[in-house]
C-alpha cells in the first residue's frame, strides 16, 4: 500500500520545468470622474454655490448660508469642470474630513441632475468630488478651475427669498 502511494505521487509531479511566462495582473482601465454619470456631457448650466462661512464652529449648520452664480457660459465654468473631470478619482467609503467650501449645481434641459462638491482654499484639502450609489469619488482640483472658482466667488449674490 505505502509502495503504491509512492508510486502515483512521483508519477503526478511533473519533473519538467515550467518554461511559461508568468501571467501579468491585466491592467485595469483609468476610470475618470466624467465616467461616473453620463450625463456630465450635456451640462448646459451650473449653479455655483458658495458656503458664507465653511469653516464656522457649527459644523452641522454651515451650509444653512450661502451665495450663488448661475451661468450657461461653457467657457466660464463648464469647460473647467468637465476638464477636471477628466482626472482619475480615488473612490471612498466616507467622507473626507475636510469640510465643503460650496457646490456646483449641474444642469441639462432646465433639471438639476448631479451636485459636484468642491474645497479648493486650503492645500490639504484642494478637490472636488460627487457622491454615487454611496461612495465618495474624489479627484484633485486642477489650478484652472480653481481659478475660475474665485473669479466666480466675486459675483456671487444671496439666492432670491420667498
Same mark, same amino acid.
Given at each position: 500500500m505505502f509502495l503504491a502511494v509512492v508510486v502515483i505521487s512521483v508519477?503526478? #509531479?511533473?519533473?519538467?520545468p515550467n518554461t511559461s511566462v508568468p501571467k501579468q495582473p491585466a491592467e485595469k482601465p483609468v476610470v475618470k470622474g466624467i465616467d461616473l454619470d453620463e450625463r456630465i456631457n450635456?451640462?448646459? !448650466?451650473? $449653479?455655483? $454655490?458658495?458656503? &458664507?462661512? %465653511? +469653516?464656522?464652529? &457649527?459644523s452641522s449648520k454651515y451650509t444653512r448660508? +450661502?451665495?450663488?452664480? @448661475?451661468?450657461? !457660459? @461653457?467657457t466660464e465654468i463648464i469647460? %473647467?469642470?468637465?476638464?477636471?473631470?477628466?482626472? %482619475?478619482?480615488?473612490?471612498?467609503e466616507k467622507v473626507k474630513a475636510c469640510r465643503s467650501e460650496g457646490k456646483l449645481w449641474l444642469?441639462?434641459? @432646465?433639471?438639476?441632475?448631479?451636485?459636484?462638491?468642491?474645497?479648493?482654499? =486650503?492645500? !490639504? #484639502?484642494?478637490?472636488?468630488y460627487l457622491? =454615487? &450609489?454611496g461612495f465618495f469619488f474624489?479627484?484633485?482640483i486642477q489650478? !484652472?478651475?480653481s481659478d475660475q472658482l474665485r473669479a466666480i466667488q466675486k459675483l456671487v449674490k444671496a439666492p432670491a427669498t420667498m
Open positions: 508519477a503526478s #509531479c511533473d519533473s519538467r450635456s451640462t448646459d !448650466s451650473v $449653479v455655483v $454655490v458658495f458656503y &458664507d462661512d %465653511p +469653516y464656522t464652529a &457649527d448660508f +450661502y451665495k450663488q452664480y @448661475g451661468t450657461t !457660459s @461653457g469647460r %473647467p469642470l468637465l476638464n477636471n473631470l477628466e482626472l %482619475p478619482f480615488t473612490k471612498l444642469y441639462a434641459k @432646465g433639471k438639476i441632475f448631479q451636485t459636484i462638491y468642491f474645497t479648493f482654499t =486650503k492645500s !490639504s #484639502c484642494a478637490f472636488i457622491i =454615487k &450609489d474624489y479627484m484633485d489650478q !484652472s478651475f
